[in-house]
């Protein structure tokens, strides 16, 4: 499993914009699928967004797509998401996550950072 530790979550208000960020313990190259899902609360946790390793191809939860924009430094082991257009709905722990690029599963999961959406 990969250690992982977000960054970057805070107070904002309805229209602004953040930038999470998770940094890997090992170099996570082209090997890993890197993800950001998020859980508010009362609610069961929810993939966000995805990004392959090699080709850097994308996925988005329907939610989120053209407001978050997710990518990936390889050789800084560190993957971000973008958040633009901020919605109080959007308000909730976000996680990154880790999975080998033939696992179907995220395995390896960061503590978590808290984003709040004032309206």
């Known amino acids: 499993q990969v250690r992982l530790v977000e960054s970057g979550g805070g107070l904002v208000q309805t229209g602004g914009s953040l930038r999470l960020s998770c940094a890997a313990s090992e170099r996570i190259l082209h090997t890993y699928v890197m993800g950001w899902f998020r859980q508010a609360p009362g609610k069961e946790r929810e993939f966000v967004a995805e990004?392959?390793?090699?080709?850097?191809?994308?996925n988005y939860a329907d939610s989120v797509k053209g407001r978050f924009t997710i990518s990936r430094d390889n050789n800084k082991n560190t993957v971000y998401l973008q958040m633009n257009n901020l919605k109080p709905e959007d308000t909730a722990v976000y996680y990154c996550?880790?999975?080998?690029?033939?696992?179907?599963?995220?395995?390896?999961w960061g503590q978590g950072t808290q984003v709040t959406v004032s309206s």
């Open positions: 996550a880790a999975r080998f690029y033939t696992a179907s599963l995220y395995n390896s």
């Open positions: 990004v392959n390793g090699f080709p850097m191809t994308t």
